[in-house]
T-cell receptor, first 112, second 114 residues
Framework: GNSVTQMEGPVTLSEEAFLTINCTYT??????LFWYVQYPGEGLQLLLK???ADDKGSNKGFEATYRKETTSFHLEKGSVQVSDSAVYFC???????????WGAGTKLIIKP | NAGVTQTPKFRVLKTGQSMTLLCAQD?????MYWYRQDPGMGLRLIHY???????AKGEVPDGYNVSRLKKQNFLLGLESAAPSQTSVYFC?????????????FGEGSRLTVL
């Protein structure tokens, strides 16, 4: 079946460090891929997305590239800030279906 | 900018009690969803609705009921609460699925069942 696997957290980094959060997927077909972020005490919000292979989604300094050959959508940021501390969720969705399939989430902690 | 509003935000129940969570959205979205979030398990879909007067089961519907009498509201009911239903519940809404695929979430409702 279709599924999303994320690296386990928490991921702890110092401010200004480089961030990578791994996300790989298993899917029959070509889904759209998403990263959502959940800040403490809040609901999830869309961070970025990509709808086809080799697309790069970007927002707030974060980037992720849709890699069909490795079935991956890793989230990266060049220099993290304390305010980036949150839980990050990777998800996939097919156009023909209402449902998002979610990864388990990765908690990111940034220390000053 | 209200977006998606959930009430209540916190609730403590005893086993066997019933309650209703209310979700309201002001974006005129067709689709609405109820998820539960448990540590290490991501989001799991409980029920969803594709329009006023319609509801459907998601991945984990047992022990829950829903209603969508008005387009802007989606209610989640627990008929007889169990400790396994201790969780954080999120409501979300979206345009029909063939569009962007973006979901808009409420802030969550934390439920504890003793």
């Amino acid at each position: 079946g279709n599924s999303v696997t994320q690296m386990e957290g928490p991921v702890t980094l110092s401010e200004e460090a480089f961030l990578t959060i791994n996300c790989t997927y298993t899917a029959t077909g070509y889904p759209s891929l998403f990263w959502y972020v959940q800040y403490p005490g809040e609901g999830l919000q869309l961070l970025l997305k990509a709808t086809k292979a080799d697309d790069k989604g970007s927002n707030k300094g974060f980037e992720a590239t849709y890699r069909k050959e490795t079935t991956s959508f890793h989230l990266e940021k060049g220099s993290v800030q304390v305010s980036d501390s949150a839980v990050y969720f990777c998800a996939l969705k097919f156009d023909s279906n209402y449902q998002l399939i979610w990864g388990a989430g990765t908690k990111l902690i940034i220390k000053p | 900018n209200a977006g998606v509003t959930q009430t209540p935000k916190f609730r403590v129940l005893k086993t066997g009690q019933s309650m209703t969570l209310l979700c309201a959205q002001d974006m005129n979205h067709e689709y609405m969803y109820w998820y539960r979030q448990d540590p290490g398990m991501g989001l799991r879909l409980i029920h969803y609705s594709v329009g006023e007067g319609t509801t459907a089961k998601g991945e984990v519907p047992d022990g829950y009921n829903v209603s969508r009498l008005k387009k802007q509201n989606f209610l989640l009911g627990l008929e007889s609460a169990a400790p396994s239903q201790t969780s954080v519940y999120f409501c979300a809404s979206s345009y029909p699925h063939r569009s962007t695929g973006e979901l808009f979430f409420g802030e969550g409702s934390r439920l504890t069942v003793l």
